[in-house]
């Protein structure tokens, strides 16, 4: 990544539109950003990260809060960065989440973040994301890095410069597979670690399988479920010979059974046939009384012909006399009704004149209608005329209310402008009061955060000392105290061989055959795990107090930075030191709820005089409103005057009982009915008297032909009866009851036909079977039925017993084979499982860190590309350290259960050995993080895929060298030009504005920062 142009907006110290053009180093490759502190410097590697990733270089500040403070409410807060990437070239725009002026009305309004990113080289120019997390995603994964990489190995800022140096090994591993693409290595991990765990699953899985099938057969091994299977296969053949022996003993017994069967069915079948014989016999006498009855029935139903022509001739003339008497009766009432008709005639034809005035009543008010309709005309008239005069009033009445009203909004409007214009001219002098408070209150603000800093990290710094006093002391008792050992125990061993030495034999120490003086234990000998105990002990205390001393190092430092701070702070505050915060910012809030107000008038002073003018426009078109309602409201009360004098004219034309229109309705109504009435009555007695004349004369026509046909019907009756005696006595009746008693229905004499012929063939039927049975049985005797069933139900029984005990041994045999089969499947896949299981189980425990050095295959090539990685810082090193120090990489963990293979030491060629790489000083981690910064740049674009770091950028640290260490210092970084490697540092050492020609400028006013690059 090579930046071409950085643009801040209200952005830090930058009040305004800030434009950086790289393109303005001419060529140049390395140039220094310098400037007074509090200028910006680091605001510039700010803008650059914030730009990518929406943060802060610096973990101590956030996007949301670098807004500048000189900046115009109105003015957006907003970065736009333009880089390049091999040869593609894109632009970010990126704005935080803010407040900003309302488009209309007084207040704020909070602005979303966004941001965009562009191909610019693209044709057309490309939009490749939108929105602040996509845009952020879409940069790391062009970059290649996240945020917190970014910070370690491209732009280092201040106070995280040594991050890459000390990380723990678990911070170095992700800073090195995002860089170096690792990612396969890790999958290959976790390829092999699923395999075996899907192996070791599969063969768990056949095991549990295996053990179930044992389970289920209720046996611990597979030996007894072969030999259990062999006795029920002998079991099932000793069955089955068994089972052949009682089928043919239940045949035998089911054949003589059958027989004795066959014989006892024909003496059942013999003695049914006689007793149904005896029975038929039994009924014999009743059949002939029925056949009897029979024949007398069949002569009483040739008479039944004469029987119903004389019942018909008897119920015709008791039809006929009945019709007679009701003609009687209705003849009566027909004259009696034909009476009351002529009275009722001539009662109608008597109210002739009553007929006459009702007319006349109806043709009077027919005319009072035409006379009622005139009056109404009136009425309306007048309703309309008032109507019109009540709406000319109202209309008149809100014209002067609207007048009145509008009379008074000038007037309240004419002040509404008057003070807005007072308070808008208050803007400027609030504007100036307002931005000198929030300058002093920020500057007396972070002088209060330096001070708390400086006092926090003074204890910090106190502790720290404390503490590495009492680990010194410790660890010098506790390398005497292991000296005093080791002596002791030396001496002891000599004590231990002197009491072993014979005159005359060779000493297995010098081989001298004399022993003067053998040496002997002053004291009690130590034993030799009391040593080891207390050399561990003490290498312990050892690395307690190294990391002691770098830590007191680092508060040390941290100390006089802050120091520096704040004096520089103190002495730019001057008496403000002295001063209050918390009346600054009563101070501030008062002005800013001042200046908002005076803003708002200002902007709504416009639209309150345009209001004014429209209050004034709407005043005059009312008055003239008002002067038309007073014309209109006297031209209807005249109107109103002459609908009266119209309506009291022709009210007096019209009775006041008929002035309304119902009742005027109602009575001609009544009349008209009145005399429809009276007409309707006369024609309907009229009518009355002719229907009934002729229904009178009806009736008695229709009782003569009744009493004519009564007369021939009793003749008829009389000849008929005697014609029934006659035969009555020709068919042998003695009299009319006898006949009665031998008639029968129909369907009796049909019925008792049918039941004396099945008699008479039945019985026959009966006395031919009796034959025939008598002759089956002859020579045969009763078998004994009990006895023969009970030997064929025992011998089934026993077969039944056989077939079951056989099917469960057969079942229990299939189970069992079925088992066994089972087992050897599962056997020979467990094997195979095994087998692959030894070879990838093991491939997976490595790969995944599961030996002595906890490292896993990924981690094992991010440990060779570290190797590279301190070989590549090592030439830089070297040079800066003027040959002492050497970056290399240590396989001891911080922890037994962490991981290895990343730790990084320093060794020192003064001393001949290594130690951590936080005991080194201030000046010493710098050179030693710039080394490794620039290796792992150099190492990571000589990989094929790797990322591009065409550009490194350094806050600070070089007033920790001396002179001849920043000699070596600048040449490294002037030696990275040869690879066409972008260098930027930010620094206050003097020497380095004199030594690089090119250089970004910042300089500070009253009003915000401004920044220039001056080259030569």
């Known amino acids: 990544m090579r930046p071409l142009a950085l643009i801040m907006q209200a952005f830090g110290p930058y009040a305004d539109s800030q434009t950086i053009d790289f393109a303005d180093l001419k060529g140049r490759s390395f140039f220094l950003i310098h400037g007074p502190t509090g200028a910006g410097k680091t605001t ?174 209720g046996l611990n091994d597979r030996e007894a479920l072969t030999d259990r299977l062999a006795a029920h296969r002998e079991e099932l053949a000793v069955i089955n010979v068994a089972g052949e022996a009682a089928a043919g003993l239940v045949r035998q017994t089911q054949e003589r059974l059958t ?193 708390l800093a400086a006092a926090q990290a003074k204890q910090r710094q106190v502790a720290t000392e404390h503490g590495a006093v009492r680990l010194a002391e410790s660890y010098e008792a506790a390398k005497s105290l292991l000296a005093e050992l080791q002596e002791n125990w030396i001496n002891g061993q000599a004590a231990l061989l002197a009491a072993k030495l014979e005159q005359g034999s060779p000493c297995p120490v010098c081989g001298s055959c004399r022993h003067p003086r053998p040496a002997v234990a002053a004291q009690t000998i130590p034993d030799e795990t009391v040593v080891k105990r207390q050399q561990m002990a003490a290498n312990a205390l050892e690395k307690e107090l190294t990391a002691a001393r770098e830590a007191l190092a680092a508060c040390q430092a941290e100390c006089r930075s802050l120091a520096e701070r704040q004096q520089e702070a103190g002495t730019q505050l001057g008496d403000l030191v002295e001063a209050d915060p918390d009346k600054l910012k009563v101070r501030q809030r008062d002005l800013q709820r001042q200046y908002e107000e005076t803003l708002a008038a200002g902007r709504r002073l416009p639209v309150e005089r345009q209001e004014l003018e429209q209050r004034e426009t709407a005043r005059g078109k009312a008055a003239e409103a008002l002067e038309a309602a007073e014309a209109a409201w006297r031209q209807a009360g005249q109107a109103l005057q002459a609908a009266g004098a119209i309506l009291q004219e022709r009210e007096a034309a019209v009775p006041a009982a008929y002035r309304a229109d119902e009742a005027l309705q109602t009575a001609r109504l009544t009349a008209e009915r009145t005399a429809r009435a009276l007409s309707e009555r006369l024609q309907q007695a009229q009518q009355d008297k002719a229907r009934l004349a002729a229904a009178l004369a009806k009736a008695e026509t229709s009782l003569a032909y009744v009493q004519d046909s009564l007369s021939q019907a009793e003749t008829r009756l009389a000849t008929g009866q005697a014609a029934f005696d006659e035969r009555l006595r020709q068919a042998g009746f003695t009299s009319s009851e006898v006949y009665r008693q031998a008639k029968k229905p129909s369907e009796y004499l049909t019925k008792l036909q049918q039941r004396l012929e099945a008699f008479d063939k039945e019985y026959l039927i009966a006395c031919e079977r009796a034959e025939q049975t008598a002759a089956a049985v002859a020579g045969l005797t009763v078998p004994a039925l009990e006895v023969l069933a009970g030997e064929a139900a025992a011998a089934q029984a026993a077969q039944q017993e056989l077939l079951a005990k056989r099917t469960t041994v057969a079942l229990q045999t299939e189970r069992e084979e079925r088992w066994l089969q089972e087992l050897t499947k599962r056997e020979t896949d467990m094997a195979e499982l095994n087998a692959s299981y030894g070879l990838i189980g093991r491939l997976a425990e490595v790969a995944n860190g599961n030996n002595d050095y906890k490292l896993t295959f990924q981690r094992f090539v991010l440990g060779a590309l570290l190797d590279d990685v301190a070989e590549a810082a090592n030439e830089r090193l070297k040079m800066m350290s003027r040959g002492r120090y050497l970056l290399q990489r240590t396989m001891e963990r911080a922890r037994k259960n962490a991981a290895g293979g990343l730790e990084l030491e320093v060794f020192d060629n003064h001393t001949g050995h290594a130690r951590p790489v936080g005991t080194l000083s201030g000046g010493e981690t710098f050179l030693a993080s710039l080394s490794l910064a620039l290796g792992l740049a150099d190492v990571v674009q000589s990989y094929a895929g790797g990322v591009r770091l065409d550009t490194i950028l350094v806050d600070e640290g070089f007033g920790t060298l001396d002179p001849e260490t920043l000699d070596f210092a600048i040449k490294a970084l002037l030696d990275l030009q040869q690879g066409g490697r972008l260098v930027g540092i930010i620094s206050h050492v003097p020497e380095l504005k004199e030594r690089i020609d090119a250089r970004l400028e910042i300089s500070r006013a009253a009003r915000g920062s401004r920044a220039e690059f001056n080259i030569g």
């Open 259 to 451: 027989a004795a069967q066959l014989v006892a069915q024909k003496f059942a079948e013999q003695e049914a046939v006689d007793r149904k014989k005896v029975e038929l016999a039994a009924k014999v006498p009743v059949v002939e009384e029925k056949r009897q009855e029979l024949a007398q029935a069949q002569k009483a139903a040739e008479l039944l012909d004469a029987e119903a022509a004389l019942r018909q001739g008897s119920e015709d003339c008791l039809a006929l006399q009945t019709a007679q008497k009701q003609q009687e009766q209705a003849l009566t009432a027909v004259r009696q009704e034909y009476r009351r008709a002529e009275l009722a005639l001539a009662a109608e034809e008597g109210r002739e004149q009553e007929r006459s005035q009702a007319a006349q009543q109806v043709l009077l008010l027919q005319q009072m209608e035409e006379k009622l309709n005139g009056l109404n005309e009136a009425r309306q008239l007048m309703t309309q005329r008032q109507q019109a005069e009540q709406k000319a009033t109202a209309w008149r009445e809100a014209c002067q209310s609207q007048a009145t009203a509008l009379t008074g909004l000038v007037e309240e409007q004419q002040a509404v402008c008057q003070e807005k214009a007072a308070l808008a001219a208050q803007t400027a002098g609030l504007e100036a009061a307002l931005r000198e408070v929030k300058y002093l209150l920020d500057r007396r603000l972070a002088w209060d955060e330096i001070r």
């Open 44 to 217: 510039i590697l700010d803008g650059i990260c914030f730009a990518l990733y929406g943060t802060a270089s610096g973990s101590q500040r956030e996007g949301k809060s670098l807004r500048s403070d000189y900046a115009l409410p109105e003015l957006v807060t907003e970065v736009s960065f333009s880089f390049a990437l091999g040869e593609n070239r894109y632009r970010i725009r990126r704005h935080p989440e803010q407040l900003r002026p309302k488009k209309r009305g007084d207040g704020t309004t909070r602005m979303d973040a966004g941001a965009e990113l562009w191909q610019e080289n693209a044709e057309p120019e490309c939009l490749l994301a939108a929105g602040w997390s996509d845009v952020t995603q879409k940069v790391e994964d062009l970059l290649g890095f996240k945020s917190s990489q970014f910070r370690q190995v491209v732009l280092l800022p201040q106070g995280e410069f040594r991050k890459l140096l000390t990380a723990n090994s678990a911070e170095r591993q992700e800073i090195l597979q995002t860089l170096f693409k690792t990612d396969l290595y890790r999958a290959i991990e976790e390829k092999l670690k699923q395999k075996a765990q899907e192996i070791k699953k599969q063969f768990d899985r056949q095991d549990a399988e295996w053990r179930w099938i044992l389970q289920e057969a």
